[in-house]
């Protein structure tokens, strides 16, 4: 199958800072790939959709300005949580599709302290 | 708007028994549905496809149906092994444009 890959794994930050985690696809070009989050024992919730060359199309209640994404190529998107709170900690994963069937990244855990 | 749940009880089962999800909709029948395994810390990987006009898909040990009539989807494990244990995911396309809206899971722990 298609390899998604994303980085860093984990991250821990202090409060206000800001935090960049990449997706990419490897083996596939990608003009959208998805932003998901997933709180303990809960299940992913689409937070955006990234499209490349485009601004992303975020769901309903996702601030676009706390979460910025950027799809600057084929292979590439990032997610940027600006100014994290520890509400903001979270496991972050990313996904992308060359066809019906999501790939996705192994995820990113943010802490924020 | 459509509502899909699965149990999200955990499921424990003797090793070599057949483990049995469910996740069940209430309004109209999406055209096909997804399901993902999840192991603890990682991303989701995709297991099967499903479409609203297939009964049944399998892949190796892995079963999974789509009765419209009951409006639900089973998915099974047969023989299952200790390496099944993890969370599973139905999903399904929600908002369209590929955009997944996923169930709660389930989680299955097989005992050896």
């Known amino acids: 199958g298609a390899v998604v890959s994303q980085h860093p794994s984990w991250v821990i930050c202090k409060s206000g800072t800001s935090v960049k985690i990449e997706c990419r696809s490897l083996?596939?070009?990608?003009?959208?790939m998805f932003w998901y989050r997933q709180f303990p024992k809960q299940s992913l919730m689409l937070m955006a959709t990234?499209?490349?060359?485009?601004?992303?199309?975020?769901e309903q209640g996702v601030e676009k300005d706390k979460f910025l994404i950027n799809h600057a190529s084929l292979t590439l998107s990032t997610l940027t949580v600006t100014s994290a709170h520890p509400e903001d900690s979270s496991f972050y994963i990313c996904?992308?599709?060359?066809?019906?069937?999501?790939?996705f990244g192994a995820g990113t855990r943010l802490s924020v302290l | 708007s459509q509502k899909i749940e699965q149990n999200s009880e955990a499921l424990n089962i003797q090793e070599g028994k057949t483990a049995t999800l469910t996740c069940n909709y209430t309004?109209?029948?999406?055209?096909?549905l997804q399901w993902y395994r999840q192991d603890p810390g990682r991303g989701p990987v995709f297991l099967l496809l499903?479409?609203?006009?297939?009964k049944e898909k399998r892949k190796e040990r892995l079963k999974v149906t789509f009765d419209t009539t009951l409006k639900q989807s089973l998915f099974h494990i047969t023989a299952s092994q200790p390496a099944d244990s993890a969370t599973y995911l139905c999903?399904?396309?929600?908002?369209?444009?590929?955009?997944?809206?996923f169930g709660k899971g389930n989680q299955v722990v097989v005992i050896p």
């Open positions: 996904s992308a599709s060359p066809g019906n069937i999501q790939y």
């Open positions: 083996d596939f070009q990608a003009t959208t």
């Open positions: 990234s499209n490349e060359g485009s601004k992303a199309t975020y």
């Open positions: 309004n109209y029948s999406p055209a096909y």
């Open positions: 499903i479409r609203e006009n297939e």
């Open positions: 999903a399904w396309e929600e908002y369209g444009n590929n955009r997944l809206a």
